[in-house]
């Protein structure tokens, strides 16, 4: 259930029309050494938050009423820093003992929502079904480190005109919903046609250009399946909350069978054996080599690897300490973007390994990055182990 502060910031975000939302990276809170912490802005996007351009040669700034969750007021600034190497907006000064902006704030989610700019509203969500809640009602998934909501609608990347013509035509002849796995396919398909360097990616690239292409390619099958449901008259209120859940729970579900399957499918490039949700105590979503030999009491300990796929695990992954429990040391795959440093060591200490694509590990605080594995990494692990 979304809390309090996340039903205002979606509310707050369609009322006004513009929203960015982006994970607290270690940057932001003054963990890499940079010039100075404070939220990173997205230049891209810049109208909507300064009345400056992003000009080389020159600073500039606005001093913006920013009101954090709905409680806290600050007297802030909207800093464009354009001298020197630099080349970046930042929203600074907050006051002594601002509580939103500490180590243990990285991989929060900041919603950020301009009314002005001279006046802001923030939220800072922390749990997993707050998050997947905001990204499902305004249309968004984050799958780097920020996404924006634009004059009411969600903001997108120019996309490859032969995928796109790929997943148009796909899209185009759909009369209904075809299961997860049907998308990933086409996916697959479609990276393989139109990426020449496919077949040269590593596991980490290969991982996040699946499911960002994946993800677009459910936006354009979402809009020509669901058009008809959102222009008609409703029969009354019950009946437009029933069809709006219905639209958020499946994009809320996609994402974590969207990154099951395109896990799997890098583990069969890379010839590893696996099973998917096997039929063991705790029912894991991945175990290496597979059911059969996790069944088998004769066959090598340290050949057995149990994995979790979780698309946000700040909460999630302790779930897996009681799958496949003949397996102490338990592995997380994840697209998670950013843990503090203190879960970061409560994993380590349960014998859970995190596992996050190259991407995503600069959102991770610099002492904790040593815990992380990529894809690529697992991958020559598991060779080993299978050896």
Same mark, same amino acid.
Request: glycine share 6%; with cysteine.
């Given at each position: 259930?979304?809390?309090?502060?996340?039903?205002?910031?979606?509310?707050?975000?369609?009322?006004?029309?513009?929203?960015?939302?982006?994970?607290?990276?270690?940057?932001?809170?003054?963990?890499?050494?940079?010039?100075?912490?404070?939220?990173?802005?997205?230049?891209?996007?810049?109208?909507?938050?300064?009345?400056?351009?992003?000009?080389?040669? #020159?600073?500039?700034?606005?001093?913006?009423?920013?009101?954090?969750?709905?409680?806290?007021?600050?007297?802030?600034?909207?800093?464009?820093?354009?001298?020197?190497?630099?080349?970046?907006?930042?929203?600074?000064?907050?006051?002594?003992?601002?509580?939103?902006?500490?180590?243990?704030?990285?991989?929060?989610?900041?919603?950020?929502?301009?009314?002005?700019?001279?006046?802001?509203?923030?939220?800072?969500?922390?749990?997993?079904?707050?998050?997947?809640?905001?990204?499902?009602?305004?249309?968004?998934?984050?799958?780097?480190?920020?996404?924006?909501?634009?004059?009411?609608?969600?903001?997108?990347?120019?996309?490859?005109?032969?995928?796109?013509?790929?997943?148009?035509?796909?899209?185009?002849?759909?009369?209904?919903?075809?299961?997860?796995?049907?998308?990933?396919?086409?996916?697959?398909?479609?990276?393989?046609?139109?990426?020449?360097?496919?077949?040269?990616?590593?596991?980490?690239?290969?991982?996040?250009?699946?499911?960002?292409?994946?993800?677009?390619?459910?936006?354009?099958?979402?809009?020509?399946?669901?058009?008809?449901?959102?222009?008609?008259?409703?029969?009354?209120?019950?009946?437009?909350?029933?069809?709006?859940?219905?639209?958020?729970?499946?994009?809320?579900?996609?994402?974590?069978?969207?990154?099951?399957?395109?896990?799997?499918?890098?583990?069969?490039?890379?010839?590893?054996?696996?099973?998917?949700?096997?039929?063991?105590?705790?029912?894991?979503?991945?175990? #290496?080599?597979?059911?059969?030999?996790?069944?088998?009491?004769?066959?090598?300990?340290?050949?057995?690897?149990?994995?979790?796929?979780?698309?946000?695990?700040?909460?999630?992954?302790?779930?897996?300490?009681?799958?496949?429990?003949?397996?102490?040391?338990?592995?997380?795959?994840?697209?998670?973007?950013?843990?503090?440093?203190?879960?970061?060591?409560?994993?380590?200490?349960?014998?859970?390994?995190?596992?996050?694509?190259?991407?995503?590990?600069?959102?991770?605080?610099?002492?904790?990055?040593?815990?992380?594995?990529?894809?690529?990494?697992? #991958?020559?692990?598991?060779?080993?182990?299978?050896?």
């Amino acid at each position: 259930m979304a809390s309090l502060a996340c039903e205002r910031a979606i509310s707050e975000a369609l009322r006004v029309g513009n929203a960015i939302l982006k994970f607290i990276s270690p940057n932001d809170v003054g963990l890499t050494g940079g010039h100075q912490c404070g939220y990173y802005l997205p230049k891209s996007v810049w109208k909507i938050f300064s009345p400056h351009p992003p000009k080389t040669g #020159i600073n500039a700034e606005t001093t913006v009423q920013v009101v954090w969750n709905d409680q806290i007021e600050t007297a802030s600034r909207v800093k464009w820093y354009g001298k020197g190497t630099r080349s970046e907006y930042r929203l600074t000064r907050f006051g002594k003992g601002f509580p939103f902006l500490t180590p243990d704030n990285v991989g929060e989610l900041l919603v950020l929502i301009p009314e002005s700019h001279s006046r802001f509203l923030a939220y800072i969500l922390d749990s997993d079904e707050d998050i997947e809640e905001i990204e499902a009602s305004l249309s968004l998934e984050i799958i780097k480190t920020w996404a924006c909501f634009i004059n009411g609608t969600p903001q997108e990347e120019t996309e490859d005109e032969c995928i796109e013509r790929r997943f148009r035509k796909f899209a185009g002849n759909l009369p209904s919903f075809p299961p997860g796995q049907v998308f990933s396919e086409l996916t697959w398909s479609a990276l393989k046609e139109c990426i020449r360097s496919i077949d040269k990616l590593t596991a980490d690239k290969l991982l996040m250009s699946c499911m960002e292409a994946e993800y677009r390619l459910f936006r354009l099958a979402e809009r020509q399946i669901c058009q008809p449901d959102i222009v008609r008259v409703f029969r009354d209120v019950d009946d437009f909350i029933e069809t709006a859940a219905r639209i958020m729970n499946r994009r809320k579900s996609r994402a974590g069978r969207s990154l099951e399957n395109h896990v799997g499918y890098v583990l069969r490039r890379a010839g590893i054996p696996y099973s998917v949700r096997p039929n063991i105590d705790g029912k894991p979503d991945i175990v #290496i080599p597979g059911e059969k030999e996790y069944l088998d009491t004769s066959y090598p300990l340290k050949k057995l690897i149990v994995v979790g796929i979780k698309t946000t695990c700040k909460d999630r992954w302790r779930q897996v300490l009681n799958e496949g429990k003949r397996v102490p040391e338990k592995h997380i795959i994840t697209t998670q973007q950013g843990i503090s440093g203190s879960q970061l060591s409560e994993m380590s200490e349960a014998k859970v390994q995190l596992i996050v694509p190259d991407d995503l590990h600069k959102l991770y605080p610099p002492k904790a990055k040593m815990n992380l594995m990529n894809m690529e990494g697992f #991958i020559k692990s598991a060779k080993s182990k299978l050896a």
